[in-house]
């Protein structure tokens, strides 16, 4: 027996990660915004195993909550955590692909064991939200490159910044996805944490929002010589880095936003990793992507000086910048490379 958030469950075998926690904590803050806003949430948890998700989406956030699983096993688990937890709900036994074409459900939940790719032509047509998790993050983020274009037909190559670029592979690929059902994405809040990577997106029906939205979408130019990168939309080009070398090209990637401001303001949690969780989000500027300091600083042939200090410089000299999400040693500014290493010997030559 466990007990987690306001939700007890057995497990019986079936599929339980403890650690995965934060991110069910996390949702119940996304779900309570959404529910907040739309009031009535009919919500599939596509792929439950215990349940324990869709049953602390119905305790926690009052959501209306329908549970699948393929496995038997767990259909079971679920109508007995059901009972225990004296929730009334329906209980599919299908694969999910099949039944989020049969049935409309207004938020779906893909939380698979690993990728999500499979899942994600199906879980686009019908919603108005949908949550995803994905914990192949090797094939988004260019540790696997040939996962990644087989699964995402996205090139990556391992960068400084992997989480960010994995993110946004993602959210590339979702947009990509329901692009053709003229669904244009909204991300309401994105994350990489551990072995994970979590998105929660908002679609918009509409062929001209579609058309607007491709102007987030493109590719990465990553100079492995001198840490500048380059954003490139589609239909625009590229040549060789201003230091000289050969840029590697990585994409496509959603280079949008990776919140909606206004939706993380409305996000509250008791848990307080979460609730430092969301400030952290809150505060990071929109730019992409981030620079890790101790990366640069061996480049550098120096050690690295205080974080808040380089943010501070930044800010001094009229950059936007910020710490970030993905990684406590890096930051995000939209100050180019060179102007950072400035900034940074800059710190190095001051009496501390
Ligand atoms: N959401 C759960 C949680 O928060 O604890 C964990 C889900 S577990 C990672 C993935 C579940 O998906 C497994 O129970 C597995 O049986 C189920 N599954 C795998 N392929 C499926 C499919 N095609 N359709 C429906 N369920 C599937």
């Known amino acids: 027996m466990i007990s987690e958030g306001k939700a007890k469950a057995t497990v019986n075998g079936v599929f339980y990660n403890p650690r995965m926690k934060f991110c069910r904590d996390f949702d119940i803050a996304v779900f309570r915004a959404i529910h907040e806003k739309e009031r009535m949430v009919r919500y599939l948890d596509a792929l439950s195993a215990s349940g324990i998700r869709g049953i602390r989406a119905c305790l926690e956030a009052g959501y209306d909550v329908s549970f699948n699983d393929i496995d038997e096993r767990a259909v079971e688990t679920i ?11 329906e209980v599919y036994n299908k694969d999910a692909n ?147 070398e050969k840029m590697i090209m990585i994409g496509p990637l959603w280079l949008g936003e990776l919140h909606d401001q206004n939706f993380v303001e409305k996000l509250e949690s008791d848990e307080k990793e979460v609730s430092r969780y969301i400030n952290l989000i809150r505060g990071e500027i929109q730019t992409p992507f981030f620079y890790d300091l101790h990366h640069i600083t061996k480049k550098l042939n120096t050690s690295p000086p205080k974080l808040d200090s380089v943010i501070e410089a930044l800010r001094e000299l009229g950059y936007s910048a910020s710490r970030t999400r993905f990684s406590g040693t890096s930051f995000k500014t939209d100050a180019d490379i060179s102007e950072i290493g400035r900034v940074i010997m800059d710190l190095k030559s001051q009496p501390s």
Not at 173 to 195: G, M, P, Q, T
């Open 98 to 244: 099949i039944l989020m074409r049969e049935k409309r459900f207004f938020h779906i939940d893909i939380d698979p064991f690993g990728s999500p790719a499979e899942f994600i032509d199906s879980a686009c047509i019908y919603p108005k939200y949908l949550s995803v998790t994905a914990t192949d993050t090797s094939a988004l983020c260019g540790s696997s490159t040939a996962s990644g274009l087989r699964k995402y037909g996205v090139f990556a190559v391992k960068t400084e910044y992997y989480p960010e670029v994995g993110l946004r592979a993602l959210i590339g690929r979702i947009f990509n996805e329901s692009a053709k059902y003229d669904k244009a994405v909204r991300v309401l809040v994105a994350f990489a944490k551990e072995h994970f990577y979590r998105v929660h997106i908002e679609f918009r029906r509409s062929p001209n929002a579609v058309k607007r939205t491709f102007s987030k979408y493109g590719y990465l130019f990553h100079c492995p010589k001198c840490l500048r990168r380059y954003h490139v939309r589609i239909g625009e080009g590229m040549d060789k880095c201003e230091c000289g």
């Open 79 to 89: 109508k007995r955590n059901l009972e225990l937890n004296g929730i009334e709900a």
